[in-house]
């Protein structure tokens, strides 16, 4: 049973590397960018794909997650280029990069509500400031979880000890 | 398996930054670097050749050496996966030493084998520090050597454990310190009464002195950059805040920002040492200067400063002594000396669960399994892996001879860029088995041939110089050009198509193995030319003097470097 559900997974493990997606993604892009798209190279293709918030990949429609999915065969490295059409510019190059990736990979960007906009990549599709508060979030959830452990373990420590205190009161009361 | 999956399969490379291939490429190159001139590879930096006197691990030598055969990235994956379950016996059966029995000294295993340090090194992609039986079998050995009682052989095993920790990496001997001084220091002590606790002391220092004093010259000969080159190469000593935050569970944005950087301590584990005196009363078995020394090394690791003076009390070594090199690695990765508290603590909780267990069965398997999240949930693993393919570009078996690889010279804002194109480079070699212009290992300081030579090349067939570049490189010895077309950026892209026919010879172009390259054959001379290293580091010098190495955007690369004519 453990053998063949190895296998399956082996299998599975190699099947990956048949076709790569990658996805790439903007969080809530400020109001000055009309719409965005991402051109680049995968191997000896180029591609020139649009960003929408239309629920493509892993979001939900209307959300302000701008996503686009890129499938090829398997590469280690996308260089790719992402642009905007803004109202000052109808072609603003916001980031120009050459990124690692593996399977089911996602390339995020945050937008700065600057004119022109600044790029940067970040984790998650969330503005700076949510992003911050996700990250002390796993901080705060860290430190819970710690006292979780803690306190679990004086209420453990605690218990065992007072089993024995009232067979002690026994036996001197018994003297 | 589960922990480090998918590495059981041996179908891919491990890791989210470019150390997994580099090390893949080591195991390949190490039945090279023992059978030629000692750790010297003709090989890798290519026309000069390398010597390789700093290895991070000399003990994978002799394990590529033997089952290099296997394939570099299946070689690296099965050791990873038989150096965490080795690690892992290894650490329960100190906490058994300690006085832990079964199943619960399992705890001891999953603290220090599938802690955040581990995850770390596993996501990083140099997998070798979890090939760590040592360290636990040194502490063994060590905490039976510092016993009453103790006979010197317990002694020369803790040596002969220590130096294979050492022979590991630098980084688990420094690690170990802790551990051979709180250990020890009881027994120091009482030596003033009682000389009898000296031998087996005595013993371990003789046994651990020879090697030692070989690994110390060898690191002195092998070259390489001294302190203050380690201080400007990057992760720099981090602040206190810093520090503490990588002790705790890693954010979302650790591989991305954070270079998969974390030391996150098991709740567990530290729970447990916390409630031991409680629990456990005496010190029969040694488990306070356990616990001591564990804790002492977490505080080294919080307050780094602190530790470095400790190691050099009397002021500043000279810059490139042995001693000033191991206290400016040491700065940069100080939370790394935890091992030693991952250990200490994970087998002082695991004696505090087996004592537990014994009146309340069923919390102790809640406790077991809470220390089960603190492996896989806390540094969400195998989940967070990446992994690469290890199938290389077919266009390199077009020609033959010394390739030089060229790459975007800044082409990504990806961290480690030069390191990413170094280590595929190299690993491609692994494969294709060709000599190549890089320097497959670089200390700090360290200047490689093939980043002159890509620039030196790239700024000559920008400038329609395209016969007089392959004049050069086949005076060199190079049998071809290898173009990493697919990662350039479209201008510059265009441009070098276009002007590589004029290096003169066939073209070949693939996009299997990851990438799209284009090959180029220069047809070198059936003996290549030799050089004088001199000659050679004179003309990297004069290239760098020309910003052909830093950081200036390829068309603003100045100077055309001539590299020296061969006499």
């Not at chain 2, 454990?161 to 001084?181: E, K, Q, R």
């Not at chain 2, 070989?214 to 992760?235: I, V």
């Not at chain 2, 790239?458 to 173009?483: N, Y």
Request: hydrophobic share 45%.
């Amino acid at each position: 049973m453990s053998a063949s559900l190895l296998l399956a997974l082996a299998l599975s493990a190699a099947a990956e590397d048949a076709q790569l997606t990658v996805e790439v993604v903007v969080g809530s892009p400020p109001p000055q960018v009309g719409s965005l798209y991402v051109k680049g190279n995968w191997l000896d293709k180029e591609f020139a794909q649009a960003l929408t918030d239309d629920g493509d990949g892993s979001a939900p429609t209307g959300d302000g997650i701008w996503t686009t999915t890129l499938r090829g065969p398997p590469t280690r490295m996308i260089s790719l280029d992402l642009i905007a059409t803004t109202q000052s510019a109808p072609s603003q190059l916001l980031a120009s990069t050459t990124e690692p990736v593996g399977d089911r990979d996602r390339i995020t960007f945050a937008l700065s509500n600057t004119s022109p906009p600044q790029a940067t990549r970040v984790a998650l599709a969330r503005p700076a400031r949510q992003l911050e508060r996700f990250e002390t979030a796993t901080t705060v959830a860290g430190l819970g979880w710690f006292a979780l452990v803690f306190g679990y373990v004086v209420w453990l420590v605690d218990g065992r000890f007072q089993r024995s205190e009232p067979r002690r009161r026994r036996r001197g009361d018994r003297t | 398996m589960l922990w480090t999956w998918p590495a059981i399969t041996g179908l891919h490379l491990l890791g989210h930054h470019p150390d997994g291939p580099g090390t893949a490429w080591f195991l390949s190159a190490s039945g090279r670097l023992l059978s030629g001139g000692w750790l010297d590879d003709p090989f890798t930096g290519w026309p000069a050749g390398a010597h390789y006197g700093r290895p991070d691990s000399f003990l994978q030598l002799p394990i590529g050496a033997l089952l290099g055969w296997l394939g570099a990235a299946r070689l690296l994956s099965w050791l990873t996966v038989a150096g965490v379950a080795l690690s892992i016996w290894a650490a329960e059966r100190f906490a058994r030493e300690l006085g832990a029995r079964a199943p619960w000294s399992l705890l001891a295993g999953l603290v220090f084998a599938l802690s955040g340090l581990a995850s770390t090194a596993l996501l990083e992609g140099y997998p070798y520090h979890l090939v760590n039986p040592w360290m636990p079998l040194f502490a063994t050995a060590w905490l039976r050597a510092t016993r009453v009682g103790a006979r010197p052989q317990d002694g020369v095993w803790a040596g002969v454990w220590f130096v294979l920790t050492l022979l590991t990496t630098a980084w688990l001997g420094i690690a170990s310190i802790p551990i051979a001084l709180g250990f020890a220091a009881p027994a120091l002590m009482a030596a003033r009464h009682s000389i009898d606790r000296l031998w087996p002391l005595l013993a371990a220092a003789l046994t651990v002195a020879l090697p030692g004093l070989f690994y110390a010259m060898a690191f002195s000969a092998g070259g390489g950059g001294g302190a203050d080159d380690l201080a400007t190469a990057g992760f720099p000593t981090p602040d206190l805040g810093l520090t503490l935050r990588r002790f705790l569970p890693p954010g979302p944005s650790i591989d991305l920002h954070g270079y998969t950087q974390s030391a996150a301590l098991p709740a567990v584990a530290l729970a447990l040492t916390v409630a031991a005196p409680r629990v456990l009363g005496g010190d029969s078995t040694g488990w306070r200067r356990v616990a001591l020394t564990g804790a002492g090394a977490l505080g080294l690791a919080l307050a780094p400063v602190l530790a470095a003076r400790a190691l050099s009390p009397s002021g500043t070594p000279s810059q490139d002594g042995l001693s000033s090199v191991i206290i400016a690695a040491f700065m940069r990765f100080p939370d790394r000396l935890s091992w030693a508290t991952l250990l200490c603590l994970g087998a002082v909780g695991a004696v505090v669960l087996s004592r537990l267990a014994e009146r309340r069965p069923r919390a102790a398997a809640v406790l077991l399994a809470l220390g089960l999240v603190d492996a896989f949930v806390v540094p969400r693993l195998p989940w967070r892996q990446r992994t690469m393919q290890t199938d290389v570009p077919s266009a390199y078996a077009a020609h033959s001879g010394p390739v030089l690889d060229v790459w975007p010279q800044n082409g990504s804002q990806a961290p480690a860029w030069d390191l990413w194109t170094t280590n595929l480079g190299c690993y491609y070699q692994s494969v294709h088995q060709r000599p190549v212009a890089d320097l497959c290992l670089v200390s700090p300081g360290q200047v490689s041939p093939r980043m002159a030579l890509q620039n030196y090349t790239v700024a000559g067939l920008l400038t329609d110089q395209g016969p007089t570049v392959a004049e050069t490189l086949r005076s060199l010895g190079f049998g071809s050009v290898v173009l990493h077309a697919g990662l350039f950026q479209a201008t510059d892209q265009a441009h070098l198509l276009r002007a590589l026919p004029t290096l003169g010879g066939p073209l070949e172009s693939s996009t299997d193995g990851g990438e799209w390259v284009v090959a180029v054959g220069l047809d070198p001379p059936t003996t290549p030319p030799q050089h004088a290293d001199l000659h050679w580091q004179e003309w990297l010098n004069a290239c760098i003097k020309d910003a052909a190495l830093k950081n200036e955007p390829l068309r603003q690369v100045g100077g055309f470097c001539a590299p020296p004519r061969v006499e």
